[in-house]
């Protein structure tokens, strides 16, 4: 019997899974806890459709985050920070702080996580930095650290 999973289950399959079940296993276990609904046209059209709605919003989030890394490709992100002698900085600059100075001076709202750093900022100058911006969008910023007087 075919059926279509409303839930995850382990060694069975994931949600909106087309499977082949037995039938005493759909009818005695899957149906009465609710974990799948019969694969009849009905409840086959109410999947794709699902399926198509998820691919269309997929594929605006994509287009929005590739809207996002061409700003963000165009901006030269200023942080003044102070600075000893031999152009060290005191303290380091993190994803955390670039999230926040890019909200504050541009208001481009990025996740911190999503920003890609090896290691934390140490030196003035110029550095590139990439964002993850959504599956297969990274953007690229450039961050330029300046002496604060």
Known sequence: ???????????????????????????????????AVEANAENMSKLKAKQD??????????????????????????????????????????AKEIADNLKEQYKIEVDKKKIDLKEPIKTLGSVSVTIKLYEGVIGNLKVELIAAN
């Open 1 to 35: 019997m075919k059926v279509i999973l409303l839930d995850n289950i382990k060694g069975v399959g994931k949600k909106d899974e087309v499977i082949n079940a037995s039938d005493g296993y759909a009818r005695n276990f899957l149906f009465p806890k609710k974990l």
């Open 53 to 94: 709605s998820i691919g269309y919003k997929k594929s605006q989030e994509k287009e929005e985050a590739q809207k996002q890394a061409e700003k963000l490709k165009k901006i030269l992100l200023k942080i003044a920070v102070k600075s000893g002698e031999n152009g060290k900085i005191f303290g380091s600059i993190t």
